[in-house]
């Protein structure tokens, strides 16, 4: 499962405490009725090192006619795709993201000269194994030539299911501590959770730039990502 962006998740869990109006309200969506209770944060982060990198890539060729500005892009797009699947990506891992024909001009002076026609082709690739990403990379470049185009990679962890699970029970024992903390102060007995609110965000790793060297591939390091979940806890309160 690929989280990439924000999720949120609400529970809301019914309660009916009757309780001094001093104290701030919870309302019961269920009935409408107000309960005593604390609100608090809490937050929760797990870090792991990204399994999967995406890349845009393509080409880009500037032609004195369509067609020949087409076909020349079509050969360097279908060189960049097989060097792409002879490093080992899955031909289903890579998709077509954007192609265009326009006209390019020469806007100096008070003239407009046409230089010709400018055929772009933009595929975005998942390469799953994060350690050949730098030769896998290297090949494609090599097969586009000067045509080739790379307009950044994106780390993500692809498998975090495990890495939620753990940011969801420190977010909740964040949240717990600091209620029973403000319970304890206020001499007033911790009750039940009546409202949970969940935000989850996995923030990717972006990498804006792909330089290949002459006598060196290109260094490929994905450090670590983080998983964070943040829970909007209201408790109710006893006497």
């Known amino acids: 499962m690929r989280v990439v962006g924000l999720m949120g998740l609400a529970v809301v869990i019914a309660a009916c405490t009757t309780a001094p109006s001093a104290e701030p309200p919870v309302v019961n969506v269920s009935t409408g009725e107000q309960t005593t209770g604390i609100s608090v944060t809490g937050s929760g982060e797990v870090t ?17 006619t369509v067609s020949e500005a087409a076909a020349t892009a079509a050969g360097h797009a279908e060189a960049v795709i097989a060097a792409l699947t002879d490093g080992g990506v ?11 024909i326009s006209p390019e001009y020469d806007w100096r002076g008070n003239e407009q000269r046409l230089l010709g026609y400018r055929v772009m082709n933009t595929v975005q690739a998942t390469i799953r194994d994060i350690a050949a990403a730098g030769s896998i990379l290297d090949g494609a470049v090599a097969a586009g030539g000067d045509a080739t185009q790379v307009h950044g990679i994106v780390f993500e962890i692809e498998e975090d299911s495990e890495m939620l699970v753990n940011a969801r029970e420190a977010a909740w024992n964040d949240a717990l501590a600091k209620a029973r903390q403000l319970a304890d102060l206020s001499g007033q007995t911790l009750g039940l959770a009546v ?45």
């Open 90 to 100: 899955d031909r289903a891992d890579i998709t077509t993201t954007n192609y265009t």
């Open 48 to 64: 792991g090192t990204p399994d999967t990198l995406t890349v845009d890539l393509g080409v880009s060729v500037l032609g004195d």
């Open 195 to 239: 409202s949970i609110t969940e935000t989850v965000s996995t923030p990717p790793i972006i990498w804006d730039r792909a330089l290949v060297a002459e006598d060196t591939g290109t260094p490929i390091e994905p450090g670590t990502s983080a998983v964070t979940v943040v829970l909007q806890v209201q408790f109710a309160l006893g006497a």
